[in-house]
């Protein structure tokens, strides 16, 4: 299956020789996040650590600080500022660290279950949490209690955040669609179009429509209006073997910050760049021996950073403490890679 191979010394761990993040974390990594102002990169992971790395010119990396949570950690997001970092997990509440100024980290948010997805909504000036406790939650940093509590119809499982808009991806596939202008109110709720468990998700750039990935090797791709429900469609990805047989989750979606094309990746490994518009795949990276649980492009696009470890999909016994590694790399983009182009022969209908 999959993992047949993972014990072996000839295994090429980096086969598209992206460069390697110094000090990685001692478990998986659960989340990555980008700062919008600085190359700086901020990893959380099953060993309770949230990490943050400065990105020197030439791929080397620094690692620059971390805190610890009481539990394994989840979710991570950065402040618009570039300051300060938000992260939440098994502990059941969200750490604000004031990274940049070497503050210590504060609790600023509780849910009644662990806390899976964190969003920093910086038009509203509030934390967005999401939970297993079927609930998200806004919060003003400031007020030990939520500004709102927004009951869900079962544990939240991802969401995205571009304000306006907010999609909250739900166990039983559900997908509920938020205005932020008018939060308290559900905007639209959606069986999701994908038919297995829902994995991740990403808001269009032009807040139109949101991607949908799935535990299934499966994209949806979706509009908000009924008037374009004509364009929606869905793709296969991250399937490997005969008629696509070995079939893996898609653990992370990312928009590309300037040319708005994405980026899927998988349990199979590997991580691709699409392009939505003209329904085309730009560029397919080979397969890591481990899977990719989550990853991000920073501001400005020209680095894709992806993490490569054990996603616990297979359970405690295929999981080798002593053999088990953790990795976290850097991919510099080229433009050919990410910018769009039309499909060939595409120009007549």
Known sequence: MAFTSLNTAATNVNPNKSFEVASPPSDSVSSLSFSSKANHLVATSWDNQVRCWEILPGGSTQPKAAISHDQPVLCSTWKDDGTTVFSGGCDKQVKMWPLLSGGQPTTVAMHDAPVKEVAWISQMNLLVSGSWDKTIRYWDTRQAQPAHIQQLPERCYTLTVNYPLMVVGTADRQLIVYNLQNPQTEFKRIQSPLKYQTRCLAAFPDQQGFLVGSIEGRVGVHHLDDSQQSKNFTFKC??????????????SLNFHPVHHTFATAGSDGAF???????KQRLKAFSRCPYPIPCSAFNADGSIYAYAVCYDWSKGAENHNPSTAKTYIYLHYTQEAEVKGKPRVGAGRK
Request: aromatic share 14%.
């Open 238 to 251: 991250h399937r490997e073997g005969t008629s696509s047989t070995e079939i893996y989750s898609v653990n």
């Open 272 to 278: 691709n760049f699409w392009d939505k518009d003209s």
